[in-house]
């Protein structure tokens, strides 16, 4: 997608990040306004206006990517909060969150589970959703 231009890659961000987390991404650019108003754009051009706009994968399968790789960083807890609101917005089950968590306590370790899990509560509280998953039988 690098024969977009800039404007066009604006726009399509701006679209698919309302699309994902149904916000229209303002209070991003207002954040960043006064400390680094260039960085927000490129947030909506690169992030949503070119990757999560690729063909190949469906939004609810990059969004439980994205969930993943945030719980292996294991220091991005605002974004964390924000991609699993994103990624049951895009059709994935709290179910598919909590097990995209644990899947990843074996590469990022348990404490960033641990902590990803708890966010994830936080998230599905919020959404009215706090009932006890299921236990394993």
């Known amino acids: 997608?690098?024969?977009a231009t800039d404007g066009d890659r604006l726009s399509?961000?701006?679209a698919r990040l309302a699309e994902i987390t149904?916000?229209?991404g303002q209070?991003?650019?207002a954040a960043l306004a006064d400390i680094a108003p260039d960085f927000a754009r490129y947030i909506f051009e690169f992030g949503y206006g070119d990757i999560y706009?690729?063909?190949g994968l469906d939004l609810r399968t990059r969004m439980l990517a994205t969930v993943a790789g945030l719980v292996a960083l294991g220091h991005a807890e605002r974004e964390l909060e924000v991609h699993i609101g994103s990624a049951l917005n895009c059709g994935a089950s709290r179910d598919e969150?909590?097990?995209t968590i644990m899947q990843m306590a074996l590469y990022a370790g348990f404490p960033a589970a641990l902590d990803a899990?708890?966010?994830a509560k936080r998230v599905f509280a919020s959404?009215?959703?706090i009932a006890p998953a299921p236990a394993p039988e």
């Open 1 to 3: 997608m690098t024969d």
């Open 12 to 14: 399509r961000g701006r």
């Open 22 to 24: 149904g916000r229209s």
């Open 27 to 29: 209070d991003v650019m």
């Open 53 to 55: 706009s690729r063909p």
């Open 97 to 99: 969150v909590v097990e």
């Open 117 to 119: 899990l708890f966010v």
């Open 127 to 129: 959404r009215g959703d």
